[in-house]
């Protein structure tokens, strides 16, 4: 095997250059610390790229003294090419149409290897949707029958080796949903990805792997319903779950650990800093929904800070905007929220969205000597909800003035009061313009309040949601189980 790929190496050096070949790194040494990565992708990378990829490199770099810069584009466009993303299409792009110049609008090898140090590509879900061999291999053929993708795949492996000093990461391919997918199609799609793990990919080049379709199907043969969108795409939850492997198994190939690392991402480096979705345990109340007793209210005290327990309607952060009034429920004092009179926004492939938010204090609250947020929800369907606490440099500006946040995304049961306790060092950063988070030194967590937003698919705008003793703790509440 060793002389097999020596061979090919050296083949590889007769395309670029003797001299080239011969200072390429080897792919078990580090890359510069500056080195620049492109992912290229439809909507399946986008979802997993909005997970949460660009956040976890902002705080890898800032923690690790590296500046590597991560970038994103769909590939190939809509237009002029065409919204196709297979093995065919970049054999066709990349092999068959090679040179200096754009085929159809879309970059060659040729092209990008001249700025990026890793290139990362994929396929969309349909790649899946695999026909049976005919026995005429084709590596022209746009059929997806596996005789063709092992054609494309070999060709694809032949010319990225052409390129010593830029590294290849692949992602396995996305898997269906069982009802848009027949078995046999589905096995043949595990056995072509299975194909790509045990015989394409080799150890010792610059090619490597990142296994999407082992995340999305858990050994199964189909994408798991509990990950998907109603469609083959990753939901929300799933994405901001698999966006840290994918950015850790990015990190991995550019430090050299690109055949002994995970390919799933899965050895988290422990002394990073990435920005993390808080993923909150909902903590349920034992008591049932027709027999809601009131909790014991949180103690204002230097160790927590109390922004709202509905008690007492005169105090300041109990001013919400449109959507929020105090109410009386099952012999307690809450907050209910009724998203269909809240603002809307539209977050685009995640949908409109509905959203209440607190008044903005006249003056931001400093919160950073606390770790936790602790609140009471009680609704009547399982809802995921999305809690921002926004730092506006200006509380008493205009709310869409350069600002950020720190977001959390919330599972509700449905099944009547539920404790949830979020790190505060834990929540995902979101930035909106330009020099508000410089300005504020970049926190890593949030450290100044300004106000809280509560944000509801637009379809479960007219669930049932109370809110309740939302407070800030220095320690973990003690009478919270884990």
Request: with cysteine; proline share 6%.
């Amino acid at each position: 095997m060793a002389s097999r790929l020596k061979t090919i190496g050296w083949l590889a050096c007769l395309v670029v250059s003797a001299s080239a070949c011969a200072q390429a790194p080897a792919p078990t040494s580090a890359l510069p610390n500056n080195v620049q990565v492109l992912f290229l992708h439809h909507s399946t990378g986008e979802n997993i790229w909005n997970g949460g990829v660009a956040p976890w490199f902002e705080a890898y770099n800032a923690s690790h003294r590296t500046n590597y810069t991560v970038t994103e584009q769909n590939f190939p466009k809509e237009s002029p090419y065409g919204w196709e993303n297979f093995p065919y299409d970049y054999w066709n792009i990349w092999v068959r149409h090679a040179g200096p110049r754009p085929w159809q609008e879309e970059p060659t090898l040729e092209m990008l290897t001249r700025r990026y140090g890793l290139i990362v590509f994929k396929h969309c879900f349909p790649v899946s949707n695999i026909e049976p061999d005919q026995g005429q291999a084709d590596v022209a053929s746009r059929d997806k029958r596996l005789e063709n993708y092992q054609l494309q795949y070999a060709a694809l492996k032949e010319k990225l080796r052409q390129f010593p000093h830029t590294r290849f990461l692949v992602w396995t391919g996305a898997a269906q949903v069982r009802s848009d997918i027949d078995p046999a199609a589905a096995q043949r799609a595990r056995d072509f990805f299975t194909w790509v793990r045990q015989k394409w990919d080799e150890p010792g080049d610059n090619i490597f792997l990142f296994d999407f379709y082992a995340l999305e199907t858990d050994g199964g043969l189909y994408l798991k319903p509990e990950y998907a969108a109603g469609d083959a795409h990753p939901n929300e939850a799933f994405s901001r779950r698999v966006a840290p492997r994918f950015a850790q198994r990015i990190v991995d190939v550019l430090e050299g650990r690109g055949d002994s690392g995970s390919l799933t991402g899965g050895t988290i480096s422990s002394d990073a800093v990435p920005a993390k979705v808080a993923q909150a345990k909902p903590l349920k109340q034992p008591v049932a929904k027709s027999a809601v007793t009131p909790s014991a209210k949180v103690a204002g005290s230097e160790e927590a800070w109390i922004f709202d327990d509905a008690e007492d309607s005169s105090r300041f952060a109990r001013n919400w905007r449109q959507g929020a009034t105090y109410v009386e429920e099952d012999n307690q004092h809450a907050i209910r929220f009724d998203f269909s009179a809240g603002r809307e926004e539209d977050w685009g492939e995640y949908g409109v969205h509905r959203i209440v938010e607190s008044r903005p204090l006249t003056t931001s609250h400093d919160i950073s000597s606390y770790r936790y947020l602790a609140f009471r929800v009680n609704t009547d369907r399982p809802l995921d909800l999305t809690l921002k606490l926004v730092t506006l440099p200006n509380p008493r500006g205009d709310r869409y003035q350069p600002h950020f946040g720190f977001a959390a995304y919330v599972k509700t049961t449905g099944e009547g009061w539920q404790w949830v306790v979020l790190d505060l060092a834990a929540l995902e950063l979101g930035v909106e313009g330009a020099g508000a988070y410089e300005a504020a030194g970049s926190p890593t967590r949030p450290e100044r309040l300004t106000l809280a937003s509560f944000a509801l698919h637009q379809r479960d705008a007219n669930a049932v949601f109370l809110l309740d003793d939302v407070a800030f703790h220095r320690e973990r509440p003690a009478g919270i189980p884990e």
